[in-house]
């Protein structure tokens, strides 16, 4: 009978465990103690699963641990730990790595072990097998094998959840391969896609994202030009999406755990093998860069309307790296603050989907409560983020807040002539 352990109980991992819980015995393990109380209390703090679905989990059977002797009799172990980058932008392997000498302390015989962490090719072989072989002291692809199937769910969204979402599949023999393929079929309603590699699966996730940040990119080095030229890109951009074959992407922040960090383990792996990755690594410093670009801009336009730049009272609206979703990690709104603060501006932040009371692991400045609740008014608001909360608001909500001659920065295209639009 199959026991699925499903390592590192995140955006990724929780909703998986959630899916192969109606079908399976399940126990999800994290070393973050913290999450897994609040889980075994029924709490999703990433919001991605609601209370009903908790429920739903937990009558399933599930565990939530911190345990590893808990997930010691599982044969199936599926890894959806964290790929982050360091602060040079290089790979950061340690979850990776980690959890693969967790796992290896309680591999068997003929157990499969497979990666779901979005990485470089190359990473599940060369790096996570030989860490399971040392800690296991068992022989790969003898004793016990290896799969990778990339996760593609996009946080937040409620129509394109993980069941729902053709996934892709592969492992370390042909038959393990087709036993993988079988395990994710049983419960992805949209169908599966088998590989003819792992490396091949792993390429196949990381330019997904490498694709669409390059593609962003180039509508966001677009907007930079036209600005310059005075011309609204996104009336550029509406009248070119006539054509069938325009890709309509529009200009905005690139930040999360995905598109902003994924491109960084392919240039990484690229330049290791003596290629420069020039077009992925130049869309990255463009997308890179939108947020002081925005900031700039808010303070031209504050210039024009006779604002006071030092000390003007400025309101940002989101901080999330998206919207309708709590996920801070990454988030790009950061560099607009923190480029304001450089001209000595005040700036105040008001996020409906951030708890003011959280750890401020991503983000150091606070939040404060509903300003539409209050009568401070603020001599530039920036719209940075698309929640829903600020799309049904309309542009007089925003000019009660503001003093007179309202400079409204518009960065996702929600208010009816913004000052500035991006
Ligand atoms: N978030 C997304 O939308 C998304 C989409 C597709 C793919 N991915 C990829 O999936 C992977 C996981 O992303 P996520 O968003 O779920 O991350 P996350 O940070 O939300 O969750 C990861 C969890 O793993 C736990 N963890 C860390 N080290 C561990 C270890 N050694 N043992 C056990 N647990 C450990 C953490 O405590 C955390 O709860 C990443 O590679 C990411 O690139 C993410």
């Known amino acids: 009978m199959k026991k699925i352990a499903i390592i590192g109980l995140g955006y990724v991992g929780l909703p998986l465990a959630h899916a192969f819980s109606a079908r399976y015995s399940v126990v999800g393990f994290d070393i973050n103690e913290a999450r897994v109380k609040e889980l075994n209390e029924g709490y999703d703090r990433t919001l991605e699963l609601d209370e009903h679905q908790m429920e739903e989990a937990l009558e399933n059977d599930m565990k939530f641990t911190a345990n590893l002797d808990d997930i010691a009799d599982c044969n199936i172990y599926i890894v959806t730990v964290p790929t982050p980058i360091d602060k040079d932008n290089r790979p950061d392997l340690t979850p990776l790595v980690q959890s693969s000498q967790s796992i290896g302390k309680v591999l068997k015989k003929g157990d499969v072990v497979i990666y779901e962490s979005t990485v470089y090719p190359g990473v599940t072989e060369e790096v996570c097998v030989p860490e399971l072989e040392k800690t296991s002291g068992l022989k790969f692809n003898k004793d016990f094998f290896v799969g990778y199937s990339p996760e593609r769910i996009n946080p937040g969204d409620k129509e394109h959840t993980v069941t729902k979402i053709l996934k892709v599949t592969s492992g370390s023999t042909p038959e393990i391969a087709k036993k993988v393929d079988t395990l994710y079929k049983s419960v992805i309603v949209a169908g599966t896609f088998l590989a003819s590699s792992i490396k091949v699966a792993e390429a196949s996730k990381v330019i997904e994202n490498t694709q669409r940040d390059v593609n962003i990119a180039l509508i966001n080095e677009l907007a930079l030009i036209f600005d310059t030229m005075g011309i609204d890109t996104n009336e550029v951009i509406d009248a070119a999406a006539t054509k069938w074959n325009f890709i309509k992407l529009t200009p905005g922040l690139v ?17 290791e093998l003596g290629y420069k990755p ?107 983020v698309a929640h829903q909360q600020f799309k049904v608001l309309a542009r007089s909500a925003y000019e009660k807040l503001s003093t007179s001659e309202a400079v409204l920065i518009d960065v996702k295209g929600i208010i009816e002539n913004p000052t500035w639009r991006l």
């Open 255 to 271: 930040g999360g755990h995905c598109i902003g960090v994924d491109p960084y383990y392919l240039t990484y792996k690229a330049e």
């Open 278 to 384: 020039n077009l992925i690594l130049g869309a990255r410093q463009i997308n890179n860069g939108m947020g002081k670009y925005i900031a700039e801009q808010t303070i031209k336009e504050m210039i024009k309307h006779d604002k006071k730049v030092k000390n003007a009272n400025i309101l940002v609206l989101g901080v999330t790296f998206k919207e309708d979703c709590p996920d801070m990690r990454n988030t790009k709104v950061v560099d607009i603050i923190e480029e304001l603060k450089s001209y000595e501006c005040q700036v105040d932040v008001y996020d409906p989907w951030v708890d003011p009371n959280e750890p401020k692991q991503h983000y150091t400045h606070g939040i404060i409560a509903n300003p539409f609740e209050s009568e401070k008014k603020y001599d530039a608001i920036i719209l940075a």
